[in-house]
């Protein structure tokens, strides 16, 4: 089970930071990833670990402003997000991959969380 937690509603160019808690299972051996779905549109990539934490992907949409992380040893992964825009509203899922890697596929994830969502006002 993936329980994600953080979301909320910031004014443009404020902070969040989502966590992801994963339980009845270890994610240690496999990459990890954010994805969004705004209203009306399909569920897209946001950020991609691997298992080891070493590599992330990142959408391009959000480069240089949200940064992915993962702790093992606490089963959790956590997507900070800084310099926000009204674009970045929507419903954020946290998701475990079928890999050791960063992906940026949504097939290549099998368990997801119930998402949380993040406003962002103009």
């Known amino acids: 089970q993936l329980v994600e937690s953080g979301g909320g509603l910031v004014q443009a160019g404020g902070s969040l930071r989502l966590s992801c808690a994963a339980s009845?299972?270890?994610?240690?051996?496999?990459?990890m990833g954010w994805f969004r779905q705004a209203p009306g549109k399909e569920r897209v990539f946001v950020a991609g670990?691997?298992?080891?934490?070493?590599?992330?992907a990142y959408a391009d949409s959000v480069k240089g402003r949200f940064t992915i992380s993962r702790d093992n040893a606490k089963n959790t992964i956590a997507l900070q997000m800084n310099s926000l825009k009204p674009e970045d509203t929507a419903v954020y899922y946290c998701a475990k991959g079928t890999t050791l890697d960063a992906v940026d596929t949504t097939s290549f994830y099998d368990y997801w969380g119930q998402g949380t969502q993040v406003t962002v006002s103009s």
């Open positions: 009845g299972r270890a994610i240690s051996l496999y990459g």
């Open positions: 670990i691997n298992w080891g934490g070493g590599t992330t």
